[in-house]
């Protein structure tokens, strides 16, 4: 069974900073790999989806790679902005059935002015 | 387009009621999902539709539980009799097949308190 798994629960950095976000998935059989945004109290909003054939995805300030043979996911955020503070969730879809898409706890990301 | 549209936004009920959560997916998206989040949990996916036809609801906790998909445009989620576990918000999310396959597109959630 996929396991994802999202380390830092929480991470607060200044305005301005560069930062990572890790995602980490058991089974390397995936079909894509999403990343998406949650602020309190509402849904979740995808930023970047990216198939198991691609390497990375890039939107704006945000780029996210992908590396199936480590199980490994990374959401890179730059020049963060204190409108960048909300939940970051990655989620793994599986190959043998992509609507099977497992969630990871996420990242709590704040960022101070 | 509106984006998911879910009704309720809130709701408080006793245990032993009846709840119905409503959904409106993005018009010409193919599959619908439910999903219930809690701080214990995270997010579980509950049950999924493919044109209208339930594919998977394996994630459905209990009988207690039954979701609908009457057309393309409207789905119910039913939780009857409600428990105070079954507290949580509950998204519905829609998406498109073709090139876009697997792209979620969630809806605001229904928070619902069983007391």
């Known amino acids: 069974k996929q396991e994802v798994t999202q380390i830092p629960a929480a991470l607060s950095v200044p305005e301005g900073e560069n930062l990572v976000l890790n995602c980490s998935f058991t089974d390397s059989a995936i079909y894509n790999l999403q990343w998406f945004r949650q602020d309190p109290g509402k849904g979740l909003t995808s930023l970047l989806l990216i198939q198991s054939s691609q390497r990375e995805q890039t939107s704006g300030r945000l780029n996210a790679s992908l590396d199936k043979s480590s199980g490994r996911s990374t959401l890179y955020i730059a020049a963060s902005q204190p409108g960048d503070s909300a939940t970051y969730l990655c989620?793994?879809?599986?190959?043998?059935?992509?609507?099977?898409?497992?969630f990871g706890a996420g990242t709590r990301l704040t960022v101070k002015p | 387009d509106a984006g998911v549209i879910q009704s309720p936004r809130h709701e408080v009920t006793e245990m032993g009621q009846e709840v119905t959560l409503r959904c409106k997916p993005i018009s010409g998206h193919d599959y619908l999902f439910w999903y219930r989040q809690t701080m214990m949990r995270g997010l579980e996916l509950l049950i999924y539709f493919n044109n209208n036809v339930p594919i998977d609801d394996s994630g459905m906790p209990e009988d207690r539980f039954s979701a609908k998909m009457p057309n393309a445009s409207f789905s119910t989620l039913k939780i009857q009799p409600s428990e105070p576990r079954d507290s949580a918000v509950y998204f519905c999310?829609?998406?498109?097949?073709?090139?876009?396959?697997?792209?979620?597109?969630f809806g605001e959630g229904s928070r619902l308190t069983v007391l």
């Open positions: 989620a793994a879809a599986s190959r043998y059935n992509n609507n099977d898409m497992r």
């Open positions: 999310a829609s998406s498109p097949s073709g090139r876009r396959t697997g792209e979620l597109f």
